[in-house]
């Protein structure tokens, strides 16, 4: 029984985890229409910033800063939102398709980069020696799965306030302005180019946020954590959740990653000896038809994006929170 | 008595080696309704994405309030009070037609990313205070019942009133009009036209692209019109309608009013 349990502390920590990446991802994507297509580099950086900062001394690379936690975690944001700010700078003039190639350039050179360099962060055998916060206290069992789940989940809510009022304030307004059409918004004053550049970089400090906690779930991180796998299932969540919509999200992310795990058990249990050598594809086929069949019978997403109307309330919306 | 509000000197600009708008100098005196007129394919639209910095000029230079514009962003001239409509509306679709309109005041509290968080209350005041304005505008454009209405599902003429309305919310001190009245019924521009009429007595000038010749003679002066990129007449509307040039140009090629 508690196995079961554990298990599922198990499923829903990481759940929980991509669920704030594809929070990242609704922002830009959802609410201002930037197709990042190199998600996992930015989620990357948050990993492996959190760890090189917060881990102990490593011979042949980079680390040993044995940063106090939070201060670590906050540096990997810091990591994933300069690099959002510096590839921004160079790629927000290109629009949509454009802009995805190029991110998934970046993807790409990310994981090559921490690949090969073994002096930035240990190569392919990946960065080592980080112990999880109050691991000393609370040990490695289920009490610390556990306490790292509510601190996790609590992370997640705090996410999910966060960005449900920004994007119900004049700055989401004008994120959906940006991209409904941009030469309109331009036209009333706007300027699209830094609200871009806003929304990518705060959307890409929320993904490294994501790639910091994943990191310090498993202590761990390598090349495999950043292929492009992930960006496609993180992409997945929302789509099938609902872009546009932050609950969707949420509710894309468990469902998909629900749906992933028990398809790979299905797989190894079910499907003949041949097949199961090639589970991680067939995985993948089933992502890409996931995201295709949504996309024909049901684009805008399980929950969809809802229209701000609200602000016509006006007795409720001004009272609320003053 | 010339008080220029807007001049061009010798604007042009090319697409690829066709001359959409060739050597365009003039002035808008403020205050008027100026009307700007020529065949399709003229460069009106052109010239107004000229003034207006959607396009930069091969060549020339446009001063708005004696101040050189040339080059600026359009969100920076729509700062400076120069709004202008689209020939083609262009909604925020996926918006109310509300949130359309309350988007457009510039430098609001709550339109940076820490905003809402640090100045929370203000936000709230400042939203109350533009939502009222939004929706008094919309009901001065007739569009106060679709406030709630996703934005892509109204009428086209609806949007061209949803356009007008977004602009106004700015205040502009000039305001260039794209064919306001194209697609929108006959009544519904007689409101429109009163409306704008109404605008330009409180003192705003408009340039207005308008086809329907009835709407030009009636409501603008002066008129300036353009063929093949360049400016054949400038004069009163009643000049207008006895000028042999302008009969001409409008000969050579098929008029859509
Ligand atoms: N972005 C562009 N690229 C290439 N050609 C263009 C572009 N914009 C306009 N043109 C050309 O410039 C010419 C002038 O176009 P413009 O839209 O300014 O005409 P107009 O006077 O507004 O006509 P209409 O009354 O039909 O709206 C046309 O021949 C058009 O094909
Ligand atoms: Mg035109």
């Avoid at chain 1, 950086?45 to 680390?63: E, N, S, V």
């Avoid at chain 1, 990518?200 to 954590?225: E, H, K, N, R």
């Avoid at chain 2, 700062?79 to 509300?98: D, E, H, N």
């Avoid at chain 2, 936000?123 to 304005?133: A, C, F, L, S």
Wanted: charged share 15%; proline share 4%.
């Amino acid at each position: 029984m508690i196995g079961v349990f554990s298990y599922l502390i198990f499923f829903a920590t990481t759940a929980s985890i991509l669920a704030i990446a594809v929070l990242g991802l609704n922002l830009q994507w959802g609410n201002t229409g930037l197709f990042n297509g190199g998600v996992v580099a930015f989620f990357g950086a948050g990993a492996y910033g959190t760890l090189i900062l917060g881990g102990t001394a490593q011979a042949g690379h980079l680390g040993g800063f044995g940063l106090f936690y939070p201060l670590a975690l906050l540096g990997g944001m810091a990591a994933a939102g300069l690099m959002a700010w510096v590839v921004g700078l160079l790629t927000l003039r290109l629009r949509h398709d454009y802009l995805a190639i190029a991110t998934f350039g970046v993807a790409v050179a990310f994981e090559n980069l921490m690949r090969n360099a073994e002096w930035l962060a240990g190569g392919a055998k990946g960065v080592r020696g980080f112990e999880r916060p109050l691991r000393a206290a609370l040990g490695d069992g289920f009490i610390y799965n556990l306490f790292f789940f509510v601190v996790v989940l609590l992370i997640l809510i705090a996410t999910y306030m966060f960005l449900e009022r920004l994007v119900a304030s004049p700055f989401g307004r004008l994120l959906r302005a940006i991209r409904e059409d941009e030469e309109a918004a331009r036209s009333l004053g706007k300027n699209p180019a830094r609200i871009r550049l806003m929304a990518f970089v705060t959307g890409s400090v929320i993904l490294g946020l994501a790639g910091g906690l994943y990191g310090t779930f498993y202590a761990f991180v390598s090349p495999q954590d950043v292929l492009p796998t992930l960006t496609f299932q993180i992409w997945a969540m929302l789509i099938v959740g609902g872009a546009g919509n932050n609950r969707g999200a949420i509710f894309g992310a468990f469902l998909i990653w629900g749906a992933w795990t028990l398809s790979g058990w299905a797989l190894s249990r079910f499907a003949p000896v041949d097949v199961q050598l090639y589970t991680g594809s067939v995985q993948f086929i089933l992502i890409g038809s996931v995201i295709v069949g949504m996309l024909m019978w049901r684009p805008q997403g399980f929950l969809p994006e809802r229209l701000v109307v609200s602000q016509r309330g006006k007795p409720q919306q001004t009272q609320q929170g003053e | 008595m010339a008080d220029p509000i807007l001049v061009t000197q010798g604007l042009c600009r090319s697409f690829g080696n066709f001359k959409a708008v060739d050597d365009v100098s003039l002035a808008v005196q403020r205050g008027s309704m100026t009307g700007l007129i020529g065949p399709n394919g003229a460069g009106k639209s052109t010239l107004f994405n000229l003034l207006t910095g959607a396009l930069k000029p091969d060549v020339g230079a446009v001063q708005l309030d004696g101040q050189d514009i040339t080059g600026l962003s359009p969100n920076k001239l729509f700062a400076r009070g120069l709004g202008r409509t689209f020939q083609i509306p262009r909604p925020f679709a996926r918006m109310s037609v509300l949130e359309n309109v309350m988007l457009a005041p510039m430098g609001q509290v709550g339109e940076t990313i820490t905003g809402p968080f640090l100045f929370r209350s203000r936000m709230q005041t400042e939203e109350g205070r533009i939502r009222d304005k939004a929706l008094e505008v919309l009901d001065f454009v007739t569009l106060g019942a679709l406030a709630d209405h996703p934005a892509g599902q109204i009428s086209g003429g609806q949007m061209k009133l949803l356009e007008l309305a977004r602009v106004l919310m700015g205040d502009p001190q000039l305001i260039l009009l794209d064919e306001p009245a194209a697609g929108v019924n006959p009544v519904l521009t007689a409101t429109l036209i009163g409306k704008i009429a109404e605008l330009n007595r409180q003192g705003t000038t408009f340039v207005i692209i308008e086809h329907d010749m009835d709407f030009v003679m009636q409501h603008c002066d002066p008129v300036i019109a353009l063929a093949e990129g360049r400016v054949i007449f400038e004069g009163t509307s009643a000049q207008a309608l006895a000028n042999p040039t302008l009969l001409d140009a409008y000969l050579g090629a098929p008029m859509d009013g």
